[in-house]
């Protein structure tokens, strides 16, 4: 019975020490870099949104960004 006890509290403490899902996918350096490549290329879209509203620049339905 002091056998089943101890192996149940240590596979409950191996379960709660292994990292599982809880492992990052990016690095702290990485997600920053993610997240200002998108916000730069949402400032580009904002500028050619105004540009488009303020009637800057020629009409047209093409866009000189990349979308997927």
Same mark, same amino acid.
């Given at each position: 019975?002091?056998?089943?006890?101890?192996?149940?509290?240590?596979?409950?403490?191996?379960?709660?020490?292994?990292?599982?899902?809880?492992?990052?996918?990016? /690095?702290?350096?990485?997600?920053?870099?993610?997240?200002?490549?998108?916000? =730069?290329?949402?400032? @580009?879209?904002? /500028?050619?949104?105004?540009?488009?509203?303020?009637?800057?620049?020629?009409? =047209?339905?093409?866009? @000189?960004?990349?979308?997927?």
């Amino acid at each position: 019975m002091k056998s089943l006890a101890m192996l149940t509290l240590l596979a409950g403490a191996l379960c709660l020490t292994t990292t599982g899902c809880e492992t990052p996918g990016y /690095t702290a350096s990485e997600n920053a870099r993610v997240v200002g490549r998108n916000m =730069s290329y949402d400032m @580009r879209q904002i /500028t050619d949104d105004w540009q488009d509203l303020l009637l800057m620049e020629k009409p =047209s339905h093409l866009t @000189r960004w990349a979308v997927q």
